[in-house]
């Protein structure tokens, strides 16, 4: 009830009644509660950063933004997966962290890691015998986005407490994967075929794929960076104020 003294100032401005002033409590308190359920979600599902759609360079990779406004209102909510292929630096994990903050905003549960972390935390668990309650909050998300799957190969053990995750979840949850790599590749991560291929049939059903193969936005950046660093040191030296030619004597 902190809004209690701004909406009796408000009501008294307006001299509405009591009935009225009870509704617009209520109603900024419902507000309220959600946006801190919200901000609960998203802490809780540990986020390297927080990003949205809003600020994704759409005129890099034109053809997501149909399927991603699709995405947001359809695929989440029906468990869906959705694997965005790509190489380096193209914004999946962008992608992906837009689109488990919508799954938060939207009342979901969301976790975020990478392969490696998730890996690495599944091993630890079964050296220490409490793997299985470390499964359980995974299996019960809503959303889980592993990012990153394919930058490092995967021992045999790992790749298969991995393996598990994906069954358990499957069709329980959505899953985000983001990939560096082409499907026929991903042997050279899981290191057996038959396991590749059975994680492939649970992840590629009731799948989105997005590619996001093109320039790598960090390097365009950079290339940007230099250019208008270059440009400044020319600005700076002595020159013709008539032609702009660079006076060098």
Known sequence: MREYAKVAAECAKDRADHPK???RLAERELLDRERRLVERRIRAAHFP???SLD???FTAIPSL???LNK???????RCDNIIALGNAGTGKTHVALALGLAACQRGLS???MTAAGLVHQLMEARDERRLLRLRAPLASLKLLIIDELGYVPFSRAGAELLFEVFSQRHERGSTIDTSNLPFEDWTSVFGAERLTGALLDRLTHHVQIL????ESYRLKQSRVRRRKGIEKAGDDLPHD???GEINDS
């Not at 995405?71 to 909510?77: I, N, P, Q, S």
């Not at 590619?211 to 093109?214: K, P, R, T």
């Open 110 to 112: 969301v976790g975020f």
């Open 55 to 57: 600020t994704f360079d």
């Open 65 to 67: 933004n149909k399927s």
């Open 49 to 51: 950063a927080v990003k």
């Open 21 to 23: 002033f009870l509704l």
């Open 241 to 243: 104020p008539e032609t």
């Open 71 to 77: 995405m947001l209102v359809l695929d989440l909510a």
């Open 211 to 214: 590619e996001m193969n093109g």
